[in-house]
């Protein structure tokens, strides 16, 4: 059975499909790149590879019920207990959080300084980090 297509009105008054199907690309929003919806390693395409956005359509993989359609913005990489990565997405519009399954094709760069971001911007100044070996308070005993 498939799925029920949602429409709402657009600016002009005229109906509009909410989450139109596409058969096989789409062309992302933040970065204009053409996507395939296939991708190696999951069965629902829901962000760019080149980029990492997405936009808010899913409640649950694939279910494309969401309303808000927002840009969701790669905040994070999780890594799950079998040890496989997700992204960690944000909703620029109702700020919801998700997380998306990597795919094979995601670019590799991306997702490295992604994972790296709280190495590189740590929510804290290292110079108060008590390093091991490392004088207290800063003056030498």
Request: glycine fraction near 10%.
């Amino acid at each position: 059975m498939g799925k029920t297509r949602r429409f709402a009105p657009d600016d002009f008054g005229r109906r509009r499909e909410l989450h139109p199907r596409h058969d096989d690309v789409f062309r992302c929003r933040r970065c204009g790149r053409e996507v395939g919806v296939s991708a190696p390693g999951t069965a629902h395409r829901n962000h760019c590879p080149f980029c990492l956005w997405s936009v808010h359509v899913d409640e649950r993989p694939g279910d494309r019920s969401a309303d808000c359609g927002g840009g969701m913005e790669p905040i994070a990489i999780w890594v799950r207990p079998d040890g496989e990565w997700a992204l960690v997405h944000r909703c620029g519009s109702c700020h919801a959080v998700r997380t998306n399954r990597v795919a094979g094709d995601d670019e590799p760069v991306l997702l490295v300084s992604l994972a790296a971001r709280p190495l590189a911007q740590p929510p804290f100044p290292l110079e108060r980090v008590a390093w091991p070996g490392a004088p207290r308070g800063g003056r030498a005993r």
